[in-house]
């Protein structure tokens, strides 16, 4: 079956510093991977998305790579601010068209 | 709109009675999702639309979810004789293709 994994466990880290988020799938060949942001009582927020051809992507502090052998995203924040606490969410398109996605990531960046 | 909007943002409804989740997607915007989230879970995919039709309806749990959707914009999912393992948030997206939803806040329903 389809999966999406992200890492269950949240991630703390001190602003400043890097945040680094993996999404790992399986059984799925996809032309493209999505990230999203979701905070707490809110819908999820569109940040980015790379195509297969694509290894890696950026905009302003976020940077996204992909690599289709490994089967794997790696989602970077760089000189992470508090404000960055957010769960993120990875997303690749399912056999009918719509997204699926995965569980999420919390982070926690603190001062 | 400038958004998607959902309505209403809370629900709380007992046992056994029908609801109705509004969703008003961007205007122009001819894909439209459904999915809804329960507590510490992910997103689960319910149903899509593209126009007025829905090509894929493979998410709906039950018989007792229905969706529609009219003149392109505006969508209707209904649940009857609500569970409640039916408590969760329901959200509604739209997008311009397949690629970059643009979520609402959703609809917090609670069945008690």
């Known amino acids: 079956s389809q999966k999406i994994e992200q890492n269950s466990e949240a991630l703390n880290i001190q602003e400043g510093k890097t945040a680094t988020l993996t999404c790992n799938y399986t059984?799925?060949?996809?032309?493209?991977l999505q990230w999203y942001r979701q905070d707490p009582g809110r819908g999820p927020v569109f940040l980015l998305l790379?195509?297969?051809?694509?290894k890696e992507k950026r905009k302003e502090r976020l940077k996204v790579t992909f690599d289709t052998t490994l089967k794997q995203s790696l989602f970077h924040i760089t000189a992470s601010q508090p404000a960055d606490s957010a769960t993120y969410l990875c997303a690749l398109e399912g056999p009918g068209y719509a997204l699926n996605f995965g569980k999420g990531t919390s982070l926690l960046v603190t001062p | 709109g400038a958004g998607v909007s959902q309505s209403p943002s809370n629900k709380v409804t007992e046992k056994g009675k029908d609801v109705e989740l509004r969703c008003d997607p961007i205007s122009g915007h001819t894909a439209l999702y459904w999915y809804r989230q329960s507590l510490g879970q992910g997103l689960e995919f319910l149903i899509y639309f593209q126009g007025n039709s829905a090509p894929d309806k493979s998410g709906l749990p039950s018989d007792r979810f229905s969706a529609e959707r009219t003149g392109g914009s505006v969508s209707t999912l209904t649940i009857q004789r609500t569970q409640q393992e039916d408590s969760a948030v329901y959200l509604c997206a739209s997008s311009r293709d397949i690629r970059g939803y643009t979520f609402g806040s959703g609809t917090r329903l609670t069945v008690v």
């Open positions: 790379i195509r297969e051809n694509e």
């Open positions: 059984n799925y060949s996809p032309a493209y």
